[in-house]
């Protein structure tokens, strides 16, 4: 079956401090993958998605890059967080019409 | 004008009722869409795709005119368990990119 990995589930990191969080799918190959970013509140806001290894898009600038190493692995990095990174971040990937999401990393940044 | 837009609630009803959210996209070009469920603290998970001659899956029917760029999910026979924050989501013509409401919050009352 297919399914999707996101960890950690909570993280709490000092402004400044870096950031790597990774996300891994099981059952397919080649899949569309996305970060997306909720701040409190608020809805939805897609970050990066890559359509293959080493192929990433931004959406909004920021202080935050994504790499693709594998076929199945996605990870979210920076290199120093700001108060405004805080917020619970979503790696998903495509399927046929929507998306399907990870559980979810909770960012809370002191 | 935001891309996607939706009456943020919340919407409070009894057990039993019918509830009806309502969602404006502005992107004539968007070729599918869809209705999200999210949990409090939770990712959003798909309820149901949206097509254009509607669509009904159980106590829920989600409707879409192309022309107004109006979309609907109605809610039949409301349980406690329908509460939650209903996201609005549209993909758009150019890329595999989804783009989300901000969501409509349903509280569900004995």
Same mark, same amino acid.
């Given at each position: 079956?297919?399914t999707?990995?996101?960890w950690?589930?909570? $993280?709490?990191?000092?402004?400044?401090?870096?950031?790597?969080?990774?996300?891994?799918?099981?059952?397919?190959?080649?899949?569309?993958?996305?970060?997306?970013?909720?701040?409190?509140?608020?809805?939805?806001?897609? $970050?990066?998605?890559?359509?293959?290894?080493?192929?990433?898009?931004?959406?909004?600038?920021?202080?935050?890059?994504?790499?693709?190493?594998?076929?199945?692995?996605?990870?979210?990095?920076?290199? #120093?967080?700001?108060?405004?990174?805080?917020?619970?971040?979503l790696?998903?990937?495509?399927?046929?019409?929507?998306?399907?999401?990870?559980?979810?990393?909770?960012?809370t940044?002191? | 004008?935001?891309?996607?837009?939706?009456?943020?609630?919340?919407?409070?009803?009894?057990?039993?009722?019918?509830?009806?959210?309502?969602?404006?996209?502005?992107?004539?070009?968007?070729?599918?869409?869809?209705?999200?469920?999210?949990?409090?603290? #939770?990712?959003?998970?798909?309820?149901?795709?949206?097509?254009?001659?509607?669509?009904?899956?159980?106590?829920?029917?989600?409707?879409?005119?192309?022309?107004?760029?109006?979309?609907?999910?109605?809610?039949?026979?409301?349980?406690?368990?329908?509460?939650?924050?209903?996201?609005?989501?549209?993909?758009?013509?150019?890329?595999? #990119?989804?783009?989300?409401?901000?969501?409509?919050?349903?509280?569900? #009352?004995?």
């Open positions: 079956s297919q999707i990995h996101q950690p589930a909570t $993280l709490v990191q000092p402004v400044g401090s870096p950031l790597s969080l990774e996300c891994t799918v099981e059952g397919t190959s080649n899949p569309n993958l996305y970060w997306y970013r909720q701040a409190a509140g608020r809805g939805l806001q897609l $970050l990066f998605y890559s359509v293959g290894i080493g192929q990433i898009s931004s959406e909004v600038p920021q202080n935050l890059s994504a790499s693709r190493p594998q076929d199945r692995q996605f990870i979210l990095s920076s290199k #120093k967080l700001l108060l405004s990174d805080s917020g619970f971040y790696c998903a990937w495509r399927l046929t019409g929507g998306h399907t999401f990870g559980s979810g990393t909770r960012l940044v002191v | 004008r935001k891309e996607v837009e939706q009456d943020p609630g919340p919407f409070n009803v009894p057990e039993g009722a019918t509830v009806a959210f309502n969602c404006t996209y502005s992107n004539s070009a968007s070729q599918s869409f869809f209705w999200y469920r999210q949990d409090c603290r #939770k990712e959003p998970k798909l309820l149901m795709s949206v097509y254009s001659s509607g669509n009904e899956d159980g106590r829920f029917t989600a409707q879409l005119n192309r022309a107004s760029q109006y979309i609907s999910l109605l809610i039949r026979d409301s349980k406690l368990s329908d509460s939650a924050t209903y996201l609005c989501v549209v993909n758009m013509e150019y890329g595999n #990119k989804l783009v989300f409401g901000a969501g409509t919050i349903l509280r569900v #009352k004995s």
